[in-house]
């Protein structure tokens, strides 16, 4: 079982920055791809960034592309996003995601999920 805990949420006005955090409470943290997800009011959750366990590779939705960085800290057991140049359209419950079945890009492909961090962008 992982435990996961994000922080790091909050209003920001467009243009401007946050990073969020997200804490695994397994010590094997480093076998796991982690992912970022969000999900908009009366939206489906979707997809934002991924970055797998072993070789550090890391894939973004096109939204995000050039504008969020994922990265990670094992030491920690942690994985962060970066989110810079922050849009209205990136408002939503941002879910960080860990999985021990190889990356994915999809809900389905992970098995334990943190419980949410709001992230509200003001134009």
């Known amino acids: 079982q992982v435990q996961l805990v994000e922080s790091g949420g909050g209003l920001v006005q467009a243009g401007g920055s946050l990073r969020l955090s997200c804490v695994a409470s397994?010590?094997?943290?480093?076998?796991?791809?982690m992912a970022w997800f969000r999900q908009a009011p009366e939206k489906e959750r979707g997809f934002v960034a991924v970055?797998?366990?072993?070789?550090?590779?890391?894939y973004y939705a096109d939204s995000v592309k050039g504008r969020f960085t994922i990265s990670r800290d094992n030491a920690k057991n942690t994985v962060y996003l970066q989110m810079n140049s922050l849009k209205p359209e990136d408002t939503a419950v941002y879910y960080c995601?860990?999985?021990?079945?190889?990356?994915?890009?999809?809900?389905?492909?992970?098995?334990?999920w943190g419980q949410g961090t709001q992230v509200t962008v003001s134009s």
């Open positions: 397994r010590r094997t943290f480093s076998s796991y791809t």
């Open positions: 995601a860990a999985t021990n079945r190889g990356i994915s890009t999809g809900t389905g492909g992970y098995d334990y």
């Open positions: 970055i797998n366990w072993n070789d550090g590779r890391t």
